[in-house]
C-alpha cells in the first residue's frame, strides 16, 4: 500500500535528542501541522474545532526503508532487558509508522494559504510527514484501566530545572515554560548517570548545555543561533 | 512511502453490513490477527501478554486508492449533516488508514505455525490487511475527559434483541451472545426507519434474517450456510 504524506511538523525539535519519549508528556510545547496544498481544503476540517485532542499517524521518517528487529531494549528497562518489538512503540517495527494523541489548540492558515492545525504535547521531530489526523472519542479510544505491563508511566520521574543563572533563563523568552518542561523529562538517554557530563540540546533557534546530578538538571549556557 | 501487511484478520464478519461502526463496541466478538510468516516470530511479542490491549493500524481496504472526499456525512448525523473528513473517522480519508484499540485475550500459534493474536471488540472485516501492532499506553493514550463533538458515543443507543422462536436462538449455538450483541448495536443505516423492512446479516457461516421496530430487533430467521 502506498500511502502520501497530507502534511508536516513545524516545530522547535530539531533534532532526535531532547523529544519527549512519548505524545503528551510535554503539554506546553507546541507544534503547527502544517497541511500540504491539495489537503489545505477548510471544509475538510469542519467540525474538528469541536474536539480536544486529535491522533496523528505519521512516519519515524529516519527508519523508514530500514530493516525491522524482532526485539528491542526498551531505555526505560535500563537498556539491557529485551522486549518484542509488537509489545513497544519502538520505531524499529516492519512498517515505520507512529501514532500519537495530541492537544489541538486551534486551526488556523499559514501567511501562504496552508491550513495548519496547532498541537501541544508533540513527541515529532520539525520535518515530520504526517499521513492522517483523526479525531480523538474517548468512547472509543479512552481505556484508563487497560493492563499496562512495565509501561505504566511510573518510569517518567520527572527532574528538578534550574538555571546556573537568571539571565540564563531571560534568554529563553517566551520558551522558557515550555523548555523547563521538556527538560524535566530528562532528555539523557535512560541508561546514562554521569553528574559530570555536559550534554548538549537544540531547541528552536537555542543551543542549550545542561548537566545532571542527583534528579537535578543544572542548564549552564544558553546559545542563540 | 510503502507499507506491507504484516497479517491478516480472520473472523466471522464475512460483508460490511454488521461490523460494529468504532472499536470496542462488540466486545463479545472474537478475532485473530493472524501475522504472515515472515513476522510469525514469537520473540517479537515477547511481553506483549503483559497488556490488556493492542492497537492495530489497518487499511480500509475497499477504499484503497479511491479519491478522498472532503467532507462527508457521518450516518450517526442523520446522513444529512456534512462535516469534514479530518473531523471523522470515515474511510474517504487520503490515505485509507484505520486505528482500533481491541482487548487482547491471547496469543496463539495456528496449525501452520502462524503467530496469532486473539482480540475482541475488532470493527473489521474478515481478510483486512494489518499494518502495525502497538501496545495500549494508558498514561498517554486516554484521555477519558478530552471534548468529543457531536461523537460521545450518546448515539449508540443499544437495540434489545429477542430471538422469534427458541429453535432459533439455538441456531446460533455458541455464537448467541456475540451475535446478540452485535445486533443490539442495530446495524441499519442510521437513517433508516422502516417496521416491516428484511434486513439480511452474514455472521460466519450464518445468514440472519430480523426485522426493527420500536427499539427492538426481532431475528426471523437464521439460516446455516
Known amino acids: 500500500m502506498e500511502i502520501k504524506p497530507i502534511a508536516y511538523i513545524q516545530n522547535d525539535f530539531m533534532e532526535k535528542f531532547g523529544i519527549p519519549k512519548q505524545a503528551g508528556l510535554a503539554g506546553e510545547a507546541e507544534s503547527l501541522v502544517v497541511m500540504e496544498p491539495e489537503y489545505s481544503v477548510a471544509e475538510a476540517f469542519r467540525g474538528l474545532e469541536q474536539y480536544g485532542r486529535i491522533w496523528l499517524i505519521w512516519e ?26 509488537f509489545a513497544t512503540r519502538s520505531p524499529h517495527r516492519p512498517n515505520s509508522l507512529a501514532m500519537s494523541c495530541l492537544e489541538l489548540s486551534g486551526i488556523e492558515k499559514t501567511s501562504d494559504g496552508r491550513i495548519a492545525l496547532r498541537v501541544k504535547g508533540a513527541d515529532l521531530m520539525n520535518g515530520t510527514p504526517v499521513y492522517d489526523i483523526k479525531p480523538y472519542l474517548p468512547y472509543v479510544d479512552s481505556w484508563p484501566q487497560a493492563k499496562a505491563g512495565f509501561s505504566d508511566g511510573s518510569n517518567t520521574r520527572k527532574l528538578e ?65
Do not use: C, Q
Not at 60 to 79: C, D, H, Q
Not at 192 to 219: E, I, Q, W
Open 161 to 225: 530545572v534550574v538555571f546556573e543563572t537568571p539571565e540564563m533563563g531571560a534568554k529563553a523568552g517566551e520558551k522558557l515554560h515550555e523548555l523547563t518542561e521538556i527538560l524535566s523529562l530528562d532528555p539523557r538517554p535512560s541508561y546514562h548517570d554521569d553528574p559530570d557530563r555536559v550534554y548538549g540540546m537544540s531547541y528552536g533557534s537555542m543551543n542549550v548545555r545542561f548537566r545532571v546530578s542527583d534528579g537535578m538538571l543544572t542548564v549552564i549556557e544558553i546559545e542563540k543561533a
Open 60 to 85: 519515524f521518517s529516519e527508519f523508514s526503508g530500514k530493516a525491522w528487529s524482532p526485539t528491542i531494549r526498551p531505555p526505560a528497562l535500563g537498556g539491557n532487558k529485551r522486549i518484542g518489538v
